[in-house]
């Protein structure tokens, strides 16, 4: 199975129409609003010297920091103009870039079997994936980290439409950044709360710690303030995890 051809077209049209500045996407915030404080909650439950793999990496912004803390960093993208962006910021190869899909199984087995069990960072895939798709995004978490890898996934809640919805009605309609989400039909929030979960349980995954959080957005709200959208993450282990 895989995404259907609209959705990776979606994909493959918002990142070709992206440029190469740090925080033009509006989730493309800095890792020390995102990937470090993930880390951190990581890390009581994983053995970081494992490769980490950062599934939905788009430009690579996350995948670049997880290198700087792990043992080897993999980021993986459904569309290949994402892939190109993330290598276009790396030139110096801190971290490695796959176009990958995670709705293909036996793509997902072969990268288990090239790395081995490893950890997997995946910040807000499950909410903006199309609905039949979900379930196999979940099990590739649990194919890739195996017996000795931890998952960290952090996805957003249905309190973040009420936000989304908030900044859409900005004065002058939606800022350009929600504005090219909208454009490209993508989907952000599209997950019920209760989903999330009951996708990792389905796919064998435990929930080792979890807790609520928001996800740092680069728009502002008209007083000058962040955008953060209202979140949940979760650390899991395989079902035969030592």
Known sequence: MSVSESYRRNWES???????????????????LSAARDVDRLAPHADLSLPIVDLGCGNGTQTRYLAT????????????????HARRADPAGTAEFRQLSLTDPAAVRALREDLGDVNVYMRAVIHQSDAPDRRLVAEAVAALIGRRGRGFVTE?????????????????????????????????????NAEVPDLLAQAGLRILAEGPTALAQTEQWADGSRVELPARWFVVAGAAAG
């Not at 500045?21 to 915030?29: R, Y």
């Not at 009420?162 to 454009?183: H, Y």
């Open 14 to 32: 918002f990142w070709r129409g992206t440029s190469d500045a740090p925080g033009e996407a509006i989730w493309d915030a800095d890792p020390a």
């Open 69 to 84: 803390r792990c043992g080897r960093a993999l980021g993986v993208d459904l569309s290949q103009a994402a892939v190109a």
């Open 156 to 192: 957003l809640t249905e309190e973040s439409k009420a936000t989304l919805a908030r900044l859409a009605e900005s004065p002058g309609g939606p800022p350009r950044k929600l504005r090219r989400v909208f454009d490209h039909g993508l989907k952000p929030a599209d997950a019920g």
